[in-house]
C-alpha cells in the first residue's frame, strides 16, 4: 500500500463533504443548477475516497483517515457556509421597555420594519418584524442588543421574500445576483 494513501483519503474526505454541505445549502436556496454541479463534482470524490479506502479495509490508517476527513469535512464545510452567508432572516422582537422605540430606531439605521402593537405578560409591547440578508444578521443582532437589552428575538429563515420594498427579488433567483458577491 502507498504510504500516502490515507492522506489522500483524508483530503478527499474533506472536499467531499465541505462540497455536500454547499450542496445542500444551494438546494434549500433553490440554486438548482449549482446543487446539481456540485453533486457531481461531491459524488466524484466520494467514489475515489470510497475506493482507496475499499481496496485498503486492512489498513487501519485509511479507515481512520477516512472517518476523520468526514468529521473535518463537516466542520470545514460549515465554516464555508457561515462565511457565504446566502439567504435572507426573518427576525421577530419584541420589546416590553416603552421608552425605548425599536422599529424608528431600526429605520433610522436602514433596516425596513413592521411593527406591530402588542400584549405581553406585563402589558403592551411593540413586536417589530424585519426581514434581511443573512449577512446582516449579526449587525442586526448587535443593534437590537443595544438599543433594547431587554428585547426578546427570534430568527427563522425567509425563503424568496417577493413584494412590497421586496418586489424586486421576487421570481427567479440566481446565485450571482444575489451569491456571496453582491
Avoid at 402593537?117 to 434581511?132: A, N, W
Avoid at 430568527?155 to 446565485?175: H, I, K, M, Q, Y
Amino acid at each position: 500500500m502507498l504510504w500516502y494513501l490515507p492522506f489522500l483519503i483524508f483530503g478527499a474526505r474533506i472536499v467531499d463533504v465541505s462540497l455536500g454541505t454547499l450542496r445542500v445549502m444551494f438546494t434549500v436556496s433553490g440554486s438548482r443548477w449549482i446543487a446539481a454541479g456540485l453533486g457531481f463534482v461531491e459524488l466524484t470524490i466520494w467514489a475515489l475516497a470510497v475506493g482507496g479506502l475499499v481496496n485498503n479495509l486492512t489498513n487501519p490508517f485509511a479507515l481512520v483517515a477516512y472517518a476523520g476527513g468526514f468529521a473535518a469535512g463537516t466542520l470545514v464545510g460549515l465554516t464555508i457556509e457561515d462565511r457565504l452567508a446566502l439567504g435572507f432572516r426573518s427576525v421577530q422582537v419584541i420589546n416590553a421597555d416603552p421608552a425605548v422605540e425599536l422599529a424608528e430606531a431600526l429605520r433610522e439605521a436602514g433596516y425596513r420594519v413592521t411593527e406591530l402593537s402588542g400584549t405581553g405578560r406585563g402589558g403592551p409591547v411593540e413586536v417589530s418584524l424585519v426581514v434581511i440578508r443573512r449577512r446582516q444578521l449579526n449587525a442586526l443582532r448587535t443593534l437590537i442588543t443595544e438599543l433594547a437589552p431587554g428585547a426578546f428575538m427570534t430568527v427563522e429563515r425567509a425563503d424568496r421574500p417577493a413584494g412590497g420594498t421586496f418586489g424586486a427579488l421576487g421570481g427567479r433567483r440566481s446565485w450571482w445576483r444575489f451569491g456571496p458577491f453582491k
